[in-house]
């Protein structure tokens, strides 16, 4: 039966799917039409093969957690893999990750916020938002310190979290979006590609950031222990299947709301989020700028209240103080809309997270828990493990370049 108690066992394989795709499929979404400027082919066989990662590094985390009798725990794994404490080093890859994350909804909102800005003027086609009000200083901290500064010093925010249940009908409202705007467009045209812009494949430009932004496509690897052990009869085979259709579908979605917008928009994808540059005064389009936008700007606190916790038990390794739970908080969010302000460009800072501290978590480090814990328990697998170890250092490498690159250039 694995880890799991019986008395654990509450859900079925449907509803820790649908869990685990609201905590898998997130704002790099909004991001994906942009990696298909490296060619509709080449960009679609980077999400597979990235999806067959995905599912591997879950084969080897279930092998890992029936093999030590624990649920999948980062940290625990990493006391189990060394003699010496090195738990706070995947406790602390978390708390990056999650902050970095927290940066992101902080850059998506203030894009969303501004393109609705631009959607907004007179009919002599004057902007009816004065300029101060699409300065990153105000759409960025205003929020932050007006309506997530309270949310950070409660110390329980439940009731918050059921708002990113919404994610899902937010999901399904994006795929409707974009099948809506790809008919719009065709009709428009009177055809599809009547101008001979599609590219099947290309290693451009957009490659390496592409492969940063997508990276970050299937590494909710951190966050499925509480939704995994309350799994009906969590056999080893159950749990295989349940991470498959998570990532099978997270996979499908992706090259879905990717290939829609690339067809409707072709060479008129110009930034990392698509709806910079979806066709303006559309009424579709403007309501999904104003719910991803405060729904973005509203789970944030959800995001670093994660942050927080992993970053106290990396450090201070003690319960929290009051004092501790509220200065951190304070700082913590300040420092993320810090960074979003000062760091505009998306792709530095999905080349840190995704790039990185991802990759690190998705492919490195269960590839370092299977060969120090299982061993060669199987074959295949260890072989698996050999060859998603070294590719995931690669793509961190090249990912970590390129962020830095792009900092200093």
């Not at 985390?61 to 006391?79: E, P, Q």
């Amino acid at each position: 039966m694995g880890y799991v108690k019986k008395k654990s066992n509450k859900i079925s394989v449907l509803r820790a799917v649908v869990v685990f795709l609201n905590q898998n499929i997130g704002v790099g979404l909004l991001s994906i039409p942009y990696c298909f400027q490296t060619g509709v082919v080449l960009n679609s066989v980077v999400l597979m093969i990235l999806a067959f990662l995905g599912i591997s590094s879950f084969i080897l985390l279930v092998d890992v957690s029936i093999t030590t009798g624990k649920s999948i725990d980062y940290a625990k794994f990493m006391r189990l893999c060394f003699e010496r404490n090195f738990d706070w080093f995947p406790l602390t890859i978390i708390s990056i990750t999650l902050f970095g994350c927290a940066i992101l909804h902080f850059q998506y909102a203030c894009t969303m916020i501004q393109t609705f800005f631009d959607e907004l003027t007179n009919e002599d086609g004057s902007k009816k938002i004065p300029d101060w009000c699409y300065n990153r200083w105000f759409l960025i901290c205003a929020p932050a310190f007006v309506l997530d500064l309270p949310l950070m010093f409660l110390r329980s925010i439940k009731a918050l979290s059921y708002a990113s249940l919404f994610t899902i009908v937010l999901i399904c409202a994006y795929i409707v979006h974009t099948v809506y705007n790809f008919g719009v467009q065709i009709k428009s045209d009177g055809g599809f590609d009547i101008n001979h812009e599609m590219v099947l494949f290309s290693f451009n430009q957009y490659f390496i950031p592409s492969l940063s932004i997508q990276a970050f496509a299937y590494t909710f690897n951190m966050m499925v222990a509480p939704t995994i052990e309350k799994l009906k009869a969590p056999t080893r085979k159950r749990q295989y299947l349940t991470f498959s259709i998570v990532i099978i579908f997270s996979c499908f979605t992706y090259i879905l709301c990717g290939v829609l917008p690339y067809f409707t928009l072709f060479s008129n994808i110009q930034h990392e989020i698509v709806f910079e540059d979806f066709y303006k005064g559309r009424p579709f389009t403007i309501l999904m700028k104003v719910l991803f936008g405060v729904f973005l700007i509203m789970t944030t606190p959800l995001i670093l209240y994660s942050c927080r916790v992993a970053f106290n038990d990396a450090t201070f390794r003690s319960e929290f103080t009051a004092i501790r739970w509220n200065i951190m908080g304070v700082v913590i969010l300040a420092l993320a809309a810090i960074i979003a302000v000062t760091v505009k460009s998306i792709t530095t800072v999905f080349g840190f997270i995704g790039g990185v501290t991802c990759t690190m978590a998705a492919y490195v480090l269960p590839s370092i828990y299977y060969l120090r814990i299982c061993k060669k328990e199987s074959l295949p697998k260890t072989i698996l493990s050999w060859f998603m170890l070294p590719m995931g250092i690669v793509i961190m490498c090249v990912c970590l370049y390129d962020s830095i690159r792009s900092l200093v250039v």
